[in-house]
Antibody, heavy 118, light 111 residues
Framework: QVQLRESGPGLVKPSETLSLTCAIS????????WSWVRQPPGRGLEWIGY???????MYNPSLASRVTLSVDTSKNHFSLSLKSVTAADTAVYFC????????????WGQGSLVTVSS | QSLLTQPPSVSGAPGQKVTISCTGS?????????AHWYQQLPGQAPKLLIY???NRPSGVPDRFSASKSGTSASLVITGLQADDEADYYC???????????FGGGTKLTVL
């Protein structure tokens, strides 16, 4: 079965870059679309972007100027980079796998809390 | 303001039925994009509950059902149980984002 696990620093300073990695087991990254979704404390879910192994990316327009998704096929993981962070970027960040036949999210990581604070 | 609108909260007694609505627009449901639903228990990741408007993944009880009509979708939970208490989110694809959008979430309280 597919398992996703996020990892990265739990604390980032304002104006710096947030970097997270999602390690995939039980499935090759070279299939499906992969995604990041975030959830500020006490609030709802926000889609960040999709990534396909061939390099195709789709970003939420509200974050597109600051976000980069990338992949390391040799390690079967993909990464999120969000630059120039502010306190508003404090959230639990989830990685997820897109459904085979639709734009839903069938598998989720457990989430990684990132706090932006000096 | 999300492109998909849900009521902030609903409640019901054990055994009862509740309905959670999700109102979209011509840029998502109205274009033909599917509605999907997630259950998020406290402190956990979301779990896919319903996909492609009406379909339950393996393991989801048939107490959970959903539908979509025009620019709206609904999730129905029958025979409410205490462990149904969670946040529920609708989700779709939206042309104005060229990406996915979530509703604001509905907190279900089992009285």
């Amino acid at each position: 079965q597919v398992q996703l696990r996020e990892s990265g620093p739990g604390l980032v300073k304002p104006s710096e870059t947030l970097s997270l990695t999602c390690a995939i087991s039980g499935e090759s990254i070279s299939t499906h679309y992969w995604s990041w979704v975030r959830q500020p404390p006490g609030r709802g879910l926000e889609w960040i972007g999709y990534f396909y192994f061939n390099g195709r990316t789709m970003y939420n327009p509200s974050l597109a100027s600051r976000v980069t998704l990338s992949v390391d096929t040799s390690k079967n993981h993909f990464s999120l980079s969000l630059k120039s962070v502010t306190a508003a970027d404090t959230a639990v960040y989830f990685c997820a796998r897109r459904c085979d036949n639709g734009w839903c999210f069938v598998n989720w990581g457990q989430g990684s809390l990132v706090t932006v604070s000096s | 303001q999300s492109l998909l609108t849900q009521p902030p909260s609903v409640s019901g007694a054990p055994g009862q039925k509740v309905t959670i609505s999700c109102t979209g627009s011509s840029s998502n449901f109205g274009t033909g994009y599917d509605a999907h639903w997630y259950q998020q228990l406290p402190g956990q990741a979301p779990k896919l509950l319903i996909y492609a408007n009406t379909n339950r993944p393996s393991g989801v009880p048939d107490r959970f059902s959903a539908s979509k009509s025009g620019t709206s979708a609904s999730l129905v939970i029958t025979g409410l149980q205490a462990d149904d208490e969670a946040d529920y989110y609708c989700q779709s694809f939206d042309n104005s984002l060229t990406g996915s959008v979530f509703g604001g979430g509905t907190k279900l309280t089992v009285l």
